[in-house]
Structure formats: structure tokens, C-alpha cells
């Protein structure tokens, strides 16, 4: 017998740890959803870690109303495929009952916005446990994150007052109104993820992979003319692109790309030179603290 | 490919920031934007030169501060294996985080400056990371180049470190003169240094024999959850779900449930990508058993002739974190425990350990926030355990405070109190 065994199967088992101890300690969790690749694997390992049973939670997704049609189209089969209950909750709805307000300008951004649309999810559904896809390679602030990471009543998150995490012993001992954001593939890279995706064959959305499409550049990154205005000085131009991370479609850039499988992924991940978040995410750029700043105030 | 988890200890003085920058940058695993960044900063903060430490401190408080407030996790691949970095910074609080970095690791890498030689902090770092039982560990001594790249000096510090070493227990130990700066030893063999005939830095990283680190003995099999589908079709079903943390179970293994004391054969193992003739550590799975007693969380699976120990008083090392309380006799707190939690009484504090000295120091009334000490609890209901030294999953607990609801404290289990 030969007891090796693979980085992807220690992070794959780590994670279906974290999550039965969710499942065993609280008494309502939720699957956040954005209907990317870090989220959509996270599904992936929960339907393991439950199996035969189903799901023992809900997925949530925040609809900022601005994503990809082709993420709205993946997360609706969602339900289907995973045999739950999917929890849709609206930026919109929460601007239209004056909970939020949108921002002025001609592309107004409701990344900012969603904070509150999900903390009052959480707070509608009493919900006291949300898993997230978040990794700590994505971005320095959520390099210091925790698998269990404690937020207040508020939702907010301090990160100076973090509880130490040992072994794999987690504390999610919590009052009323306190709830817990829980990242069970916080030690998975961008590459892990890829890597899992090709080993378990997991349907992803179409953007992901080489496309054409029509563009423009602003800041550095390529803008989808279908779903941001451009000004007259910036030239539309078709080429091939995919996308790296999926934000709201104002917001996320395309790469340059003609990596139309996963290995041809793969091979484009290995080689680049830019983070994921720092070559197509507007939302990032705005200071070196822009994460933690959003993540202070209960972001994802 | 395979995982290393290791733990970084030591101060920017010693040049563990760039050393690690060092390992991120030569692995490729820091990119442009994340330099470009760090450049920008480095030049609002006035530095001329780039501060690599930014690329590890990413809380605002702590580029505001400068120092490192909380453990980072680094993530880095070469072909052959891939990494975990636990950063843990050496000033502020630094018994708790080198513990909490400590805890997971495979491998302690400390750093020595060549000029300071052998410091309390070595020494400190050194201790924790055996009294944490991390099975391997890694002395840099750095900035040689400013020794000349003498043997003469890597020595004299080599053999001060083996005379302090002598007093712990360690069983892999490794010393490398190295140039965080110059990336001599780094990554690759140093040319300025002939006299040395090991591995580089990555190289023993790398290559270092981590396959016995696991315990693959003593079969244990904490409950976690119990998976009951609510459906026709697996309408008896019982799935026994859980993470091996020790040994391994084959199917038709006569097994033994503690604390029942009832035996059961496993009938079907089932792991992440289907079912398993045998499950060992680490992997999450799922068992079923021929005969179906009450088992439910909390519960150990192990072989009736290989059973951890089942006391409700329990003799440990005990490190202290939080600076709103102390660890005292009488003080009642929830211990959390493999897949148990329960509330637990301070019986004795036996002694404190000076961890410069190693000096046991009794009698003593309390331990304090970083402060090490061995003491003696009494749990509300029995712990089922092995001793941290034999089984680091099934040696170790967290305590909680019942009503700020903080992890105060952690804990190495010596053995039962009687």
C-alpha cells in the first residue's frame, strides 16, 4: 500500500473537513454563490462532503443585477444540479427600498453596494454560518483571513481582534446576531483551483475559456463594449479574450487569451506574470487597502 | 505532487522578509502587479529601496506601523512540491503566533543573523517549534556575506546552536549558511561558499522525507458527523463521516467505539472520489459499520488492541494567549478537543517554563498572555486522547472563554492526571 498522497487530495480533504464541522456546529449555514470558479468548486467538494445525502444548506446568491448572462445562466441550473434551494438576493431590491443608493456617474459600480444587500440577507435568514470561496492567495488582506472568521453584529470583520486558529481545531462559538464567514479552500491558488476544475471535469461558464468579443481599453484592462459605455476617444476593437475572475461586468476586465481548454489554462496560468485580481479587477485598483477596507465593512 | 507546510520565525533584522520574498520572487510566485505595488508604497513610506516585508503585510495598520501583526499564509510551487508558508512575525505577540503557525507545520525554518549568532529569540523559536512537535527544522544562518563567507563564523554559530539543541528533542535538523540578500544557499548552491557541501535552502525543502511524518500506526477515526439521507432509496443508511487522524482502517477491520466500547466491523469506506479499500490521514471519508450501536460526534473509532487513553483529568503544556485573563486554578473554560467540546476545571498549575531558560518555575499562581506553563484539567465529561508527543491530532485542544467566547488558550496533552 502506498500512502502518498497529493496536495489536491490534502485540499480537497481539508475542505470537506471545514465544512461537516460547519455543518456539525451551527445551526444555519448558507453557500454563498457568485457563479464562478471558486464558488462553483466550493459546491463541487460540499456534494462530496454530504453524499448520499443532499445539501444540507442553501446557496445564496447576490445579484448586483450587472453580471454576465452567461454566470446568470449557470447559476440557475444550480438548483437542478445540486438538488437545493437557491437563494437569490437583489442589489436592486435593495436600492429600490431605499436601503442603498446607487452611485452617481455614467457606470455607476454596485460592488460597494452588495455589502449591504448581503448583510441583510444574512440578517433576514438568521443565518449564523456563510461559507465563501475566498482564497488567501488572492489578495494580501485576505492573506491574514481565518477558515472561521468572526463578524460581529454588524457583519463587520476586525481584522486585529482575529481569534487564533490551531491545528484544525476551530472556534465558532458566536452570541445572536454574530455569524461566521467560512473559507474551507482558503489554502487553494488560482492554480489549485484550475488543476481540481481539469481532475473533476467541473462545468464552468462559458467566459472562462478563449472567445471573441468586442472591446476597448480603459486603465489597463480590456472592458466588454456589450456591458460598459465607452467614451468616443476609446476604440472598440473584436479579439480574442477570456475572463480570469468574474466581477460585475463593468468592473472585470478580459485577458488577452486564446486558451480554449483547461490545459491551455493551465499552461497561460503558469507562465503569467500578473495575480488574477490585479489584471482584471477595477474594484481593487482604487488603493492598496481597497480589499481590507470593503472586507472591514462585511464584503465577501 | 506533494504538500509541505512550513513556519517562518524570526525578525526583519534577521532578514526573514526578504528571505521570503527571496522564495516567492525566485519560484516566480509574485507577480508584476504585486511589485509594482509594493514599489509604490515603499516609495510613499520613503524607502529608498523596495521593502520587500510589504509583500507580507498586507493590513493597513501594519504597513502603517511597519511591523507584522498576525500570521500570513504564502503559497509557492516548484515542480516538485507545493508550499504553505506560515509567516510568523517575531516582535508583537509572538508566543501566539508562532504557536498558531507552529501548529500546522511540518517544517520550522529559523533564521540567525551571523554577526548576532545564537540569540533568546533562536532559542525561543527552537523550543516552540519541538514543544509544537513540528518533525522538522531548518537553521539559516544569514547575511554570510557579511562575514566573508567564512566557515570560521557559520561554525562557531553551528556548534553554539548544537550545544542549546542538545537540551530539545529534535529529530531533523539541518543548518545552512546562506544570503537572503544575495540569494546565496537560496536557491542555488553558493559559489562563495565551497567549504559547504549541503543543499540549498529550496533544494531541502524540496527533497526533505516528509512521507513518515504522518502517524500511520495507532488507527484513530474521530466521529464528525453522521450523514442519514432522507430518502427511500437509502432509507437505513448511517455514513460515519469524519477525517483519519491517525493509522488506517480497511474495509473488514473489527473496529472498537469509544466511548461505548462497542465493536463493529466496517462494512464500506467511502473517500471524496468514490469508494476506498483503506482510508489513512489525512483524508475525509465516510464509513459504515455492520452493526449500528449509538455513535455520533464526538465518538472515536480505533482497534481493541491499540485504544487511545479515556480520563477526565488531563496533564498538559498549556500556552496562554489573551491578555483579558489568566489561566488559574479553579477558572472554568470550554475545551475543544478532536470533535469534542466541553466545559473543563483548572485543577493545578504544576509550573511555569521560562521559555529564554528553559527554567521550570513553581510555585506559580497564574500563567500570563504568551506564557507557557504545564497544568493539570479536570473535563466535564471524559477525554478520549493520546499523548500530543505520539499523535498531534488527537494530543492537542483549544480553550475557550464561556463568555467573551475567545480562543485563550492551547493545549499538548502530557497523559491522564492519574
Given amino acids: 500500500m502506498n500512502y502518498e498522497i497529493t496536495h489536491l487530495d490534502v485540499l480537497e480533504s481539508e475542505a470537506i473537513y471545514v465544512m461537516r464541522e460547519v455543518v456539525a456546529e451551527f445551526e444555519r449555514p448558507v453557500l454563498l454563490c457568485s457563479g464562478g470558479k471558486d464558488s462553483l468548486v466550493l459546491l463541487h467538494i460540499a456534494k462530496k462532503a454530504f453524499s448520499p445525502c443532499t445539501l444540507p444548506f442553501p446557496i445564496m446568491h447576490i445579484d448586483t443585477g450587472l453580471n454576465f448572462p452567461e454566470v446568470i445562466d449557470s447559476r440557475n441550473q444550480l438548483e437542478e444540479i445540486f438538488n437545493c434551494r437557491l437563494i437569490v438576493a437583489s442589489v436592486q431590491e435593495s436600492i429600490d427600498k431605499g436601503r442603498v443608493k446607487e452611485e452617481e456617474g455614467p457606470t455607476p459600480s454596485r460592488n460597494k453596494l452588495q455589502t449591504v444587500t448581503l448583510l441583510d440577507a444574512i440578517k433576514e435568514n438568521r443565518f449564523d454560518a456563510v461559507f465563501g470561496g475566498a ?99 476609446e476604440e472598440i476593437f473584436s479579439t480574442m479574450v477570456r475572463y480570469r475572475t468574474l466581477g460585475d461586468a463593468n468592473i472585470t476586465g478580459a485577458v488577452l487569451s486564446a486558451a480554449a481548454n483547461i490545459g491551455e489554462i493551465i499552461n497561460e496560468i503558469v507562465s503569467t506574470r500578473l495575480t488574477e485580481r490585479g489584471a482584471t479587477r477595477a474594484d481593487d485598483r482604487v488603493s492598496d487597502a481597497a480589499m481590507e477596507d470593503r472586507k472591514v465593512e462585511g464584503y465577501f | 505532487m506533494e504538500l509541505l507546510r512550513f513556519a517562518t520565525a524570526g525578525s526583519v533584522d534577521d532578514g526573514k522578509s526578504t528571505l521570503i520574498g527571496r522564495l516567492l520572487f525566485d519560484s516566480k510566485s509574485v507577480f508584476e502587479d504585486q511589485i509594482l505595488a509594493v514599489e509604490k508604497t515603499s516609495e510613499q513610506m520613503g524607502a529608498d529601496y523596495t521593502n520587500l516585508a510589504l509583500l507580507t503585510d498586507g493590513l493597513r495598520a501594519e504597513r502603517e506601523q511597519g511591523i507584522t501583526i498576525d500570521v500570513a499564509y504564502r503559497y509557492f510551487a516548484t515542480p516538485k512540491r507545493k508550499f504553505i508558508v506560515a509567516d510568523t512575525p517575531g516582535h508583537t505577540q509572538y508566543t501566539r503566533n508562532m504557536v498558531t503557525g507552529a501548529s500546522t507545520a511540518d517544517l520550522a525554518l529559523i533564521l540567525v543573523d551571523v554577526r548576532k549568532g545564537i540569540t533568546e529569540q533562536t532559542k525561543r523559536h527552537a523550543f516552540i517549534s519541538t514543544l509544537l512537535g513540528i518533525p522538522h527544522l531548518v537553521l539559516c544562518i544569514n547575511k554570510m556575506d557579511l562575514v566573508g563567507y567564512e566557515k570560521e563564523a557559520f561554525d562557531r554559530v553551528r556548534s553554539d546552536f548544537a550545544d542549546f539543541a542538545a537540551k530539545l528533542q529534535i529529530h531533523d535538523l539541518a543548518i545552512i549558511p546562506i544570503s537572503a540578500l544575495h540569494g546565496d544557499n537560496v536557491v542555488d548552491r553558493s559559489l562563495n561558499m565551497n567549504w559547504y557541501g549541503g543543499a540549498s535552502l529550496l533544494h531541502h525543502l524540496e527533497e526533505v522525507h516528509i512521507g513518515s511524518d504522518r502517524n500511520l500506526i495507532d488507527p484513530r477515526f474521530p466521529i464528525q458527523y453522521v450523514l442519514r439521507p432522507q430518502r427511500d432509496d437509502y432509507h437505513d443508511y448511517r455514513g460515519y463521516a469524519g477525517t483519519v487522524a491517525s493509522g488506517s482502517f480497511r474495509v ?155 480562543t485563550v488558550g492551547a493545549g499538548m496533552i502530557l497523559g491522564p492526571t492519574d
Fill in chain 2, 252 to 406: 473488514g477491520d473489527e473496529v472498537l467505539i469509544l466511548p461505548s466500547g462497542f465493536s463493529s466491523t466496517i462494512i464500506e469506506i467511502n473517500g471524496p472520489q468514490g469508494p476506498l479499500q483503506e482510508a489513512y490521514p489525512p483524508l475525509s471519508v465516510a464509513m459504515r459499520f455492520s452493526e449500528e450501536y449509538d455513535v455520533s460526534r464526538g465518538d472515536m473509532i480505533c482497534r481493541s488492541g491499540n485504544q487511545p487513553k479515556v480520563a477526565q483529568g488531563i496533564d498538559a503544556m498549556i500556552c496562554w494567549f489573551t491578555p483579558d485573563s489568566f489561566l488559574e486554578p479553579k477558572r472554568k473554560l470550554v475545551l475543544k478537543h478532536s470533535t469534542n467540546s466541553m466545559r473543563c476545571l483548572v485543577d493545578e498549575l504544576v509550573y511555569r517554563l521560562d521559555i529564554n531558560t528553559l527554567h521550570r518555575e513553581e510555585p506559580v499562581g497564574r500563567l500570563t498572555m504568551n506564557e507557557i506553563g504545564r497544568a493539570r484539567l479536570r473535563t466535564m465529561k471524559p477525554l478520549i486522547f493520546d499523548a500530543y508527543k505520539d499523535n498531534r491530532s488527537t494530543g492537542a485542544f483549544i480553550l475557550m472563554d464561556e463568555d467573551t467566547n475567545d
Fill in chain 1, 135 to 233: 482564497r488567501r492567495d488572492e489578495e494580501k488582506s485576505r492573506a491574514k483571513e481565518r477558515f472561521f472568521s468572526f463578524r460581529d453584529e454588524f457583519g463587520q470583520w476586525n481584522p486585529k481582534a482575529q481569534r487564533p486558529e490551531l491545528w484544525n481545531l476551530y472556534n465558532g462559538r458566536h452570541r445572536q446576531g454574530e455569524h461566521f464567514r467560512i473559507f474551507p479552500i482558503s489554502n487553494w491558488t488560482e492554480l489549485d483551483v484550475w488543476r481540481y476544475v481539469e481532475k473533476e471535469n467541473i462545468a464552468l461558464p462559458s467566459i472562462y475559456y478563449a472567445h471573441q468579443r468586442k472591446v476597448f481599453e480603459r486603465d489597463g484592462m480590456l472592458l466588454a463594449a456589450e456591458h460598459v459605455q465607452s467614451s468616443p476617444e
